[in-house]
């Protein structure tokens, strides 16, 4: 018997060590907001197989489950991860590729950018965007004549912040074969004195863009993959990218599938015969971190860029209303076509004449209260008339609050006081259906969810201006903001059930702040820092 002792002591070490899980990570001692219907807040959750599978108290949970990782919060806050309702996130990669305009001041500011920029990139095109005349101290639009000069013979565009205008060169002109005194329905080539100014607006770009060099496919991947990095960093988990050709969707199917991009995407498809001729013949493609179901149309252009149709003249351009980008029996040719389906459909509408066409067009189709989730992108401007049109039949208002923000500078100047009452009007939007999704539209806006946040609430930007917020009776509770960057954006996309709170069954999707931006001082807001993120339960990033 004395034999035997040493063998099962061994034994009893060996099963001591060998514990057996039944969770792959524990969270726990954390003040978990889980965004679910009662809005309740938890101390743990446990995830297995990239999903919650438990959430209570951090005692309970810690005697039930034996896991493989265990986060201790230390009592630091955890939201669902954010949700990005609206985005541009394959363009947002392609601009951190080229020469970046975002903080310039002046004309001459972006020239030299440029000048500093072709000396470390000496061949090809110049292709750089970011650039806000609202922002300079002279706010016309700048014409090509320095620019031609610094680059006489290598082609140059530069997109406006809002990708609606360009200023091109005379050697870019050239290749797209563009003349003066030229014309496009939806679109402006600014001609003065016969001469072109190289300002190019809405449909008039495409005329240019389509003559620039197919991008090379590590440029693709690495545009994707430094986009990714970017919003992981800011606690982003789930994009929505409204506008992409279906070329791009096998692209960023293979990149997920070899394990290099791990973001969720839900992609919306750009207005295109060929991608309504892929789509309705796959079908809506969906897997766990890609969903493929609908399209996007543009019914205007911008604000910004005086491209944004009103249905009535712009305060400070006489006799101008702007134009639709498409003839209206083109929308509603779309919008009969998809109700035929289960597809859905998404429009940016910035003006009060395009949001009108468009509201009726859906209108005519959908018929009352449905559930198809149609989406009206911006909803920048409504006539007071038309607002409740919205819950009427059910369509979704898709906003970006830093938008107004950004635009309460120049925005009364534009269109007048009394119009711009009925401008970013989010709670009003709100009140139509009971929930609205919020995003930034970047690389237009900033990426970060927390500026999105602040604007919401604050109606504020990032100086604190105006003290008492931009038109505040429009501003957004705490919880209905923090729904709108979870929940209720997951919801714009049918994905509900799937994501958007910490739930049991939904991915274990989630972020940890420095800060609780449910308690902290509204000034406070725009400085809160991810301290972590991660996606189906795998860490994707952690603050250095």
Same mark, same amino acid.
């Given at each position: 018997?004395?034999?035997?002792?040493?063998?099962?002591?061994?034994?009893?070490?060996?099963?001591?060590?060998?514990?057996?899980?039944?969770?792959?990570?524990?969270?726990?001692?954390?003040?978990?907001?889980?965004?679910?219907?009662?809005?309740?807040?938890?101390?743990?959750?446990?995830?297995?197989?990239?999903?919650?599978?438990?959430?209570?108290?951090?005692?309970?949970?810690?005697?039930?489950?034996?896991?493989?990782?265990?986060?201790?919060?230390?009592?630091?806050?955890?939201? @669902?991860?954010?949700?990005?309702?609206?985005?541009?996130?394959?363009?947002?990669?392609?601009?951190?590729?080229?020469?970046?305009?975002?903080?310039?001041?002046?004309?001459?500011?972006?020239?030299?950018?440029?000048?500093?920029?072709?000396?470390?990139?000496?061949?090809?095109?110049?292709?750089?965007?970011?650039?806000?005349?609202?922002?300079?101290?002279?706010?016309?639009?700048?014409?090509?004549?320095?620019?031609?000069?610094?680059?006489?013979?290598?082609?140059?565009?530069?997109?406006?912040?809002?990708?609606?205008?360009?200023?091109?060169?005379?050697?870019?002109?050239?290749?797209?074969?563009?003349?003066?005194?030229?014309?496009?329905?939806?679109?402006?080539?600014?001609?003065?004195?016969?001469?072109?100014?190289?300002?190019?607006?809405?449909?008039?770009?495409?005329?240019?863009?389509?003559?620039?060099?197919?991008?090379?496919?590590?440029?693709?991947?690495?545009?994707?993959?430094?986009?990714?990095?970017?919003?992981?960093?800011?606690?982003?988990?789930?994009?929505?990218?409204? =506008?992409?050709?279906?070329?791009?969707?096998?692209?960023?199917?293979?990149?997920?599938?070899?394990?290099?991009?791990?973001?969720?995407?839900?992609?919306?498809?750009?207005?295109?015969?060929?991608?309504?001729?892929?789509?309705?013949?796959?079908?809506?493609?969906?897997?766990?971190?890609?969903?493929?179901? =609908?399209?996007?149309?543009?019914?205007?252009?911008?604000?910004?860029?005086?491209?944004?149709?009103?249905?009535?003249?712009?305060?400070?351009?006489?006799?101008?209303?702007?134009?639709?980008?498409?003839?209206?029996?083109?929308?509603?040719?779309?919008?009969?076509?998809?109700?035929?389906?289960?597809?859905?459909?998404?429009?940016?509408?910035?003006?009060?004449?395009?949001?009108?066409?468009?509201?009726?067009?859906?209108?005519?189709?959908?018929?009352?209260?449905?559930?198809?989730?149609?989406?009206?992108?911006?909803?920048?401007?409504?006539?007071?008339?038309?607002?409740?049109?919205?819950?009427?039949?059910?369509?979704?208002?898709?906003?970006?609050?830093?938008?107004?923000?950004?635009?309460?500078?120049?925005?009364?100047?534009?269109?007048?006081?009394?119009?711009?009452?009925?401008?970013?009007?989010?709670?009003?939007?709100?009140?139509?259906?009971?929930?609205? @999704?919020?995003?930034?539209?970047?690389?237009?806006?900033?990426?970060?969810?927390?500026?999105?946040?602040?604007?919401?609430?604050?109606?504020?930007?990032?100086?604190?201006? @105006?003290?008492?917020?931009?038109?505040?009776?429009?501003?957004?509770?705490?919880?209905?903001?923090?729904?709108?960057?979870?929940?209720?954006?997951?919801?714009?996309?049918?994905?509900?059930?799937?994501?958007?709170?910490?739930?049991?069954?939904?991915?274990?999707?989630?972020?940890?702040?420095?800060?609780?931006?449910?308690?902290?001082?509204?000034?406070?807001?725009?400085?809160?820092?991810?301290?972590?993120?991660?996606?189906?339960?795998?860490?994707?990033?952690?603050?250095?």
């Amino acid at each position: 018997m004395k034999k035997l002792w040493p063998l099962l002591l061994l034994f009893a070490i060996a099963c001591k060590q060998k514990k057996a899980y039944n969770a792959d990570l524990l969270v726990k001692n954390a003040l978990i907001y889980t965004v679910d219907s009662n809005f309740t807040t938890a101390q743990a959750f446990v995830v297995s197989n990239g999903k919650i599978i438990a959430v209570g108290d951090s005692a309970d949970l810690d005697k039930k489950y034996t896991a493989k990782e265990v986060i201790d919060a230390g009592g630091y806050p955890v939201y @669902p991860g954010f949700i990005d309702a609206h985005t541009h996130f394959y363009n947002y990669g392609q601009t951190l590729q080229q020469a970046n305009l975002d903080n310039t001041n002046s004309w001459q500011d972006v020239l030299d950018t440029l000048s500093s920029y072709a000396r470390r990139n000496t061949d090809g095109w110049i292709i750089g965007s970011g650039w806000d005349q609202n922002k300079w101290k002279v706010k016309e639009f700048p014409n090509k004549a320095k620019l031609d000069s610094l680059f006489p013979v290598r082609p140059v565009i530069l997109h406006r912040v809002d990708e609606h205008a360009v200023i091109a060169n005379q050697a870019a002109l050239n290749i797209a074969g563009i003349k003066p005194g030229q014309t496009i329905i939806g679109g402006t080539i600014e001609t003065v004195n016969g001469k072109l100014t190289g300002l190019l607006v809405d449909n008039a770009v495409g005329i240019v863009t389509r003559k620039i060099p197919p991008t090379d496919d590590t440029v693709v991947q690495n545009s994707l993959l430094d986009a990714q990095r970017n919003c992981f960093a800011v606690g982003l988990t789930t994009i929505d990218d409204c =506008g992409l050709p279906y070329t791009m969707v096998n692209v960023i199917r293979e990149l997920q599938n070899k394990g290099d991009l791990k973001m969720r995407m839900y992609v919306l498809l750009l207005d295109k015969q060929e991608n309504y001729d892929y789509l309705f013949k796959h079908g809506i493609i969906k897997t766990t971190r890609l969903d493929v179901r =609908g399209f996007k149309m543009f019914a205007d252009g911008s604000l910004g860029s005086r491209g944004a149709c009103m249905l009535q003249p712009y305060s400070d351009k006489k006799g101008w209303k702007g134009f639709l980008l498409s003839d209206p029996k083109h929308f509603q040719q779309i919008a009969e076509k998809l109700i035929k389906s289960n597809f859905q459909l998404a429009t940016h509408a910035i003006g009060d004449s395009a949001n009108r066409v468009m509201l009726k067009a859906y209108a005519s189709v959908l018929k009352g209260k449905n559930d198809r989730r149609w989406r009206i992108e911006h909803a920048q401007i409504i006539a007071p008339g038309d607002m409740g049109l919205f819950g009427q039949y059910s369509i979704i208002p898709s906003v970006q609050p830093t938008h107004a923000t950004s635009d309460m500078y120049w925005a009364g100047t534009r269109i007048g006081k009394k119009r711009l009452k009925g401008a970013y009007a989010y709670k009003q939007l709100l009140d139509q259906n009971g929930w609205l @999704p919020l995003g930034t539209d970047f690389p237009v806006e900033d990426i970060n969810p927390m500026y999105t946040f602040y604007a919401a609430v604050e109606r504020k930007d990032l100086k604190g201006f @105006p003290p008492n917020g931009f038109q505040p009776e429009n501003a957004l509770s705490r919880m209905q903001a923090l729904r709108g960057m979870t929940i209720w954006a997951a919801k714009a996309n049918f994905e509900e059930k799937e994501k958007g709170s910490i739930e049991v069954d939904k991915y274990a999707d989630f972020v940890i702040l420095d800060k609780d931006i449910m308690k902290i001082d509204g000034a406070q807001l725009p400085k809160v820092k991810v301290l972590k993120t991660y996606v189906n339960g795998e860490k994707v990033y952690e603050k250095k």
